[in-house]
């Protein structure tokens, strides 16, 4: 009998040993590949890189310190990419006041009101430092969007980061005092608590400008 039962019981023993052994091993990959690969797809991605080879429609323009790079009212047909500088969004409001809406630096877009159909442009851009900028035609841009799914995936999330950052600034304009908005500005100027070092140094800005960007929004203006 115990010959007879040998033959059965090793295949019993194999069959529940292979499943086993099968799911202990692959289980444990999966959960490794999907979000680290993912992860690494996008540290990896460089959107400097891919902007220098979608072909025609870009080019690209060095601005000295305090050049316009375009101005409210003009045509909005391009989005516009910083490669290296720092540059700055003012509006001109209908009195002739103007107040500082945003400081630009390495890897910010700026212009891209232009995708969502705007024909002009709501506000002026100006160059803080020398600026080396890539100027992106809106069709181009629109291509290159539909085209390569991490650059889409990597300016969405671009956006959706700014507009949180809108909104931020929105509740301390309303609820900060002058004082806390001003220190606020020059935390976000260093980068402080964003990826990589905070910068050691801040650009040069006048303390006008500061008072404008750390302002109450009486005339509805926002800052950075």
């Known amino acids: 009998m115990s010959p ?21 091993t692959l289980q444990p990959k999966r959960n490794a590949i999907g979000p680290s690969v993912a992860a690494k797809k996008r540290r990896a991605f460089d959107p400097h890189a891919f902007l220098a080879t979608i072909g025609e429609g870009r ?23 910083i490669q290296t500088g720092k540059a700055k969004l003012t509006v001109v409001s209908k009195t002739g006041k103007e107040a500082t809406i945003g400081i630009l630096t390495d ?10 159909g705007q024909t002009l442009r709501m506000c002026s851009a100006t160059a803080m430092t020398d600026c080396a900028v890539l100027r992106i035609d809106k069709k181009t841009m629109m291509e290159a969007l539909h085209r390569e799914h991490e ?8 956006l959706l980061a700014r507009n949180i950052r809108y909104e931020e ?17 020059l935390l976000l100027l260093a980068h402080f608590g964003k990826e990589g070092k905070p910068e050691t140094v801040v650009p040069k800005i006048s303390q006008e400008m500061l008072a ?3 302002a ?9």
Do not use: W
């Not at 007879?4 to 202990?24: E, H, V």
């Not at 890897?107 to 969502?116: I, R």
């Not at 600034?169 to 606020?184: I, P, T």
């Not at 109450?216 to 950075?224: D, I, K, R, V």
């Open 4 to 24: 007879d039962c040998q033959p059965n019981s090793s295949p019993q023993r194999s069959k529940i040993a292979r499943p086993t052994t099968i799911d202990l």
């Open 59 to 81: 080019k690209s323009v060095l601005f000295q310190r305090k050049q316009r790079i375009f101005a409210q009212g003009d045509p909005n047909d391009a989005v516009f990419y």
């Open 107 to 116: 890897g910010d877009f700026f212009g891209e009101a232009s995708l969502a």
């Open 151 to 158: 650059f889409s995936d990597m300016f969405v999330a671009y």
């Open 169 to 185: 600034d929105l509740v301390d304009q309303l609820f900060n005092s002058s004082e806390k908005r001003l220190a606020r500005i």
């Open 212 to 214: 404008e960007m750390s």
């Open 216 to 224: 109450p929004p009486a005339h509805g203006s926002a800052s950075l």
